[in-house]
Nanobody, 124 residues
Framework: VQLQASGGGLVQAGGSLRLSCAAS????????MGWFRQAPGKEREFVAA????????YYADSVKGRFTISRDNAKNTVYLQLNSLKPEDTAVYYC??????????????????WGQGTEVTVSS
């Protein structure tokens, strides 16, 4: 499956963005999906994930209550709504696909496919 992330940009603190991850090649319903991010000079970290059906979601503590992951399998797309953005949310955001039956949503190395990343910059 090929993944294309989009929707990043420059936003002021407190603002919102919606990231999209469009899948092609295979139905996105075959996969659990996750979002990770990498800030300058830091390692890539888990942000959020969603099960193949959309029935279960997972969030990093740092984004819980501010970010929402969702998916539309009919559109082969996964979303990440970013609200109440903070300067520390500045990073390149990546979407990734994990095997449908996996339970390791928090573990980067368990993901099989990755998009190219979309940059989010939050100004103070």
């Amino acid at each position: 499956v090929q993944l294309q992330a989009s929707g990043g940009g420059l936003v002021q603190a407190g603002g919102s963005l919606r990231l999209s991850c469009a899948a092609s090649g295979r139905p996105v319903s075959n996969y659990g999906m996750g979002w990770f991010r990498q800030a300058p000079g830091k390692e890539r970290e888990f942000v959020a994930a969603i099960s193949w059906s959309g029935g279960t979601t997972y969030y990093a503590d740092s984004v819980k209550g501010r970010f929402t992951i969702s998916r539309d399998n009919a559109k082969n797309t996964v979303y990440l709504q970013l609200n109440s953005l903070k300067p520390e949310d500045t990073a390149v955001y990546y979407c990734a696909a994990i095997a449908r039956n996996s339970r390791h949503y928090y573990t980067e190395s368990r993901y099989d496919y990755w998009g190219q990343g979309t940059e989010v910059t939050v100004s103070s």
